[in-house]
């Protein structure tokens, strides 16, 4: 299931309105207009996946280890955390910006093909750290 496609099962909790629980059930349709109005989700939706999926990506990553050392070596953890925490704002919004500027240019399914071919290249340049 990708993140951003609403669930059939989802369509009967109390979260979705009638005319959202028609659309999922009508996902199968080959309509454009109803796959485009199928992908839509709440905002509290979207929200809980974006906290998930950041959150469980940093959890352990070197920017997490950075802070923790920095934390340690100041003595000013709660300096630490507003800066760690403003850096992670304005990454985070560029990210989004960015985002935002190249669905406003690209079809969906480009940038899902552009973003694989990314991770692949990259998983591909690791690999060949690791053995050489």
Do not use: C
């Amino acid at each position: 299931m990708k993140l951003d496609s609403l669930p059939v099962s989802a369509a009967s909790t109390s979260l979705y309105s009638k005319s959202q629980q028609k659309t999922a059930e009508n996902i199968t349709s080959p309509s454009p207009a109803v796959a485009d109005s199928a992908q839509k989700q709440p905002p509290v939706a979207i929200f809980v996946t974006t906290f998930l999926t950041i959150f469980l990506a940093e959890i352990g990553d070197k920017t997490q280890l950075s802070t923790l050392l920095m934390s340690a070596e100041s003595h000013s953890p709660w300096v630490v955390f507003l800066g760690s925490a403003a850096a992670l704002i304005t990454t985070s919004l560029l990210g989004v910006l960015l985002g935002s500027w190249i669905a406003s240019r690209l079809s969906p399914k480009t940038v899902e093909k552009a973003a694989g071919v990314m991770l692949l290249l990259i998983s591909v340049m690791l690999f060949w750290d690791v053995i050489h």
